[in-house]
């Protein structure tokens, strides 16, 4: 891309993304302290965006990471004990796959999840998905989700993260 269009990007993730989720975060309040999927997807966002112009706001990025990985827990605290999500299979593949970005790109950008990746029942949610499709390819419908199952790129994480090739 353009300078010009690589510097209107980069303002418009600090201005209107970044430092408006820093207001939140300070807040204490609302999706850095629920514990459903608009968390997973907020936080991972927001990761996401502080890496990504952390050579040129490296405070921000790294006050915004602090933030989200204290915020984190509270979100995939779902998957306890047993991976099972209690949104229902569409947003699991939501949630799921904004927590697998955030560790990935953590890991890649600073070489540590901070233990998210730890967090019970995160290791064994790749079944979930297994055992919530239907030979159909259907899944099977309940909470907040629709019927067709679609692929999932988390799956593929999952299963080099956790060593369970079935799940690629």
Same mark, same amino acid.
């Given at each position: 891309?353009?300078?010009?269009?690589?510097?209107?990007?980069?303002?418009?993730?600090?201005?209107?993304?970044?430092?408006? %989720?820093?207001?939140?975060?300070?807040?204490?309040?609302?999706?850095?302290?629920?514990?459903?999927?608009?968390?997973?997807?907020?936080?991972?966002?927001?990761?996401?965006?502080?890496?990504?112009?952390?050579?040129?706001?490296?405070?921000?990025?790294?006050?915004?990471?602090?933030?989200?990985?204290?915020?984190?827990?509270?979100?995939?605290?779902?998957?306890?004990?047993?991976?099972?999500?209690?949104?229902?299979?569409?947003?699991?593949?939501? %949630?799921?796959?904004?927590?697998?970005?955030?560790?990935?790109?953590?890991?890649?950008?600073?070489?540590?999840?901070?233990?998210?990746?730890?967090?019970?029942?995160?290791?064994?949610?790749?079944?979930?998905?297994?055992?919530?499709?239907?030979?159909?390819?259907?899944?099977?419908?309940?909470?907040?989700?629709?019927?067709?199952?679609?692929?999932?790129?988390?799956?593929?994480?999952?299963?080099?993260?956790?060593?369970?090739?079935?799940?690629?």
């Amino acid at each position: 891309i353009s300078p010009k269009d690589r510097k209107a990007i980069r303002t418009a993730v600090v201005e209107l993304g970044l430092k408006e %989720g820093m207001k939140i975060y300070r807040t204490g309040k609302g999706w850095p302290a629920r514990n459903n999927n608009w968390n997973q997807v907020c936080n991972g966002g927001m990761v996401l965006g502080a890496l990504a112009v952390a050579e040129d706001h490296p405070e921000l990025a790294a006050e915004i990471v602090r933030y989200a990985v204290a915020s984190a827990p509270r979100g995939l605290s779902v998957y306890r004990p047993s991976g099972a999500y209690p949104e229902g299979p569409g947003y699991w593949e939501y %949630g799921t796959s904004y927590t697998c970005l955030t560790i990935a790109t953590l890991r890649s950008a600073l070489g540590d999840d901070f233990g998210l990746h730890e967090t019970p029942g995160l290791s064994e949610t790749g079944w979930f998905r297994i055992h919530t499709i239907g030979p159909n390819g259907m899944y099977f419908n309940y909470a907040d989700g629709g019927a067709g199952a679609r692929p999932a790129a988390a799956m593929f994480f999952l299963s080099q993260a956790f060593d369970e090739p079935a799940w690629a």
